[in-house]
Antibody
Framework: EVQLVESGGGLVQPGGSLRLSCAASGFSVSDNYMSWVRQAPGKGLEWVSVIYTYGRTFSADSVEGRFTISRDSSRNTVFLQMHSLRAEDSATYYC?????????????WGQGALVTVSS | SYELTQPPSVSVSPGQTARITCSGDALPKRNLYWYHQKSGQAPVLLIYDDSKRPSGIPERVSGSSSGTMATLTISGAQEEDEGDYYCYTTDSTGNHRGVFGAGTKVTVL
């Protein structure tokens, strides 16, 4: 059974950093395309970043240069390192396992981790 | 930046058919995905590659696409179908930038 469990969310001050983790079970993160999607309170879904099986990554313009997606195959975990956080980054962050082809979308979703950026 | 346009809301009577549209200029060249999100829960995949259903999704849920518009059809609407529906694609081949529509709130009443 595919399971995705996010952790690392919390309250952080503007300009601060935070690293989200997504522990996967039931499959290998290195054999699958993995993404992060976020949702601000009361708002719609926003795609954030993707990492392909061969390591290529892409990020939304809104987080480019501030957020980095990575993975640790030995821990079967995907990460989202977030720097220079802004109030508008406050959201629930979902980890997803995507279909295994370029430009594909999410197939499975975790339950999300809440990030609040506030002083 | 690329955009997908969805109606903000759709209402349907129990047992009737709800249709949710998603339009975008590049849809003829892109694969479209549909997701359903109930209040307080994570989204769930309903349709991928315009019209394919993953296992566990009932046959009364279907997707189609023609030109610049895709449609999600829910037949025999039930209370459990309420929630927000999102379409998704990427903005261009080889430069993966995911794009979600703004979402459509479906009410069954």
């Amino acid at each position: 059974e595919v399971q995705l469990v996010e952790s690392g969310g919390g309250l952080v001050q503007p300009g601060g950093s935070l690293r989200l983790s997504c522990a996967a079970s039931g499959f290998s993160v290195s054999d699958n395309y993995m993404s992060w999607v976020r949702q601000a309170p009361g708002k719609g879904l926003e795609w954030v970043s993707v990492i392909y099986t061969y390591g290529r990554t892409f990020s939304a313009d809104s987080v480019e240069g501030r957020f980095t997606i990575s993975r640790d195959s030995s821990r079967n975990t995907v990460f989202l390192q977030m720097h220079s956080l802004r109030a508008e980054d406050s959201a629930t962050y979902y980890c997803t396992r995507d279909f295994n082809w370029n430009d594909a979308g999410p197939a499975y979703w975790g339950q999300g981790a809440l990030v609040t950026v506030s002083s | 930046s690329y955009e997908l346009t969805q109606p903000p809301s759709v209402s349907v009577s129990p047992g009737q058919t709800a249709r949710i549209t998603c339009s975008g200029d590049a849809l003829p060249k892109r694969n479209l995905y549909w997701y359903h999100q109930k209040s307080g829960q994570a989204p769930v995949l309903l349709i991928y590659d315009d019209s394919k259903r993953p296992s566990g999704i009932p046959e009364r849920v279907s997707g189609s696409s023609s030109g610049t518009m895709a449609t999600l059809t829910i037949s025999g609407a039930q209370e459990e179908d309420e929630g927000d529906y999102y379409c998704y694609t990427t903005d261009s081949t080889g430069n993966h930038r995911g794009v979600f529509g703004a979402g459509t709130k479906v009410t069954v009443l």
